[in-house]
């Protein structure tokens, strides 16, 4: 069983930025492909970023150019580095593995707000 405890949310300014983080349990961090997605009140969750064991990365259109996952298979952690945030991009943002099984965090609020 895979365990997941992400962190780095909260409040930030439209312009700032946030690093998230999900450090996973176990031994096969570095065979899964790891996503970061997010849901806003009223809306669907959906993909902002996921990258394959080998590094390959797959961006939502909104967050090319501003946000970077990232990943750490000696730390079983995954990053999603977050710049020039927007009101908009106020979710709560959930981290996912996957492999032979899917699995995902609990959430971690981000709010951008002025």
């Known amino acids: 069983q895979v365990q997941l405890v992400e962190s780095g949310g909260g409040l930030v300014q439209p312009g700032g930025s946030l690093r998230l983080s999900c450090a996973a349990s176990?031994?096969?961090?570095?065979?899964?492909?790891v996503g970061w997605y997010r849901q806003a009140p009223g809306n669907q969750r959906e993909l902002v970023a996921d990258?394959?064991?080998?590094?390959?990365?797959n961006y939502a259109d909104f967050a090319k150019g501003r946000f970077t996952i990232s990943r750490d298979n000696a730390k079983n952690t995954a990053y999603l580095q977050m710049n020039s945030l927007k009101p908009e991009d106020t979710a709560v943002y959930y981290c996912?593995?996957?492999?032979?099984?899917?699995?995902w965090g609990q959430g971690t609020q981000v709010t951008v707000s002025s």
């Open positions: 996912r593995l996957r492999r032979t099984g899917d699995w």
């Open positions: 176990g031994s096969i961090f570095r065979m899964v492909v």
């Open positions: 990258m394959s064991s080998a590094d390959n990365t």
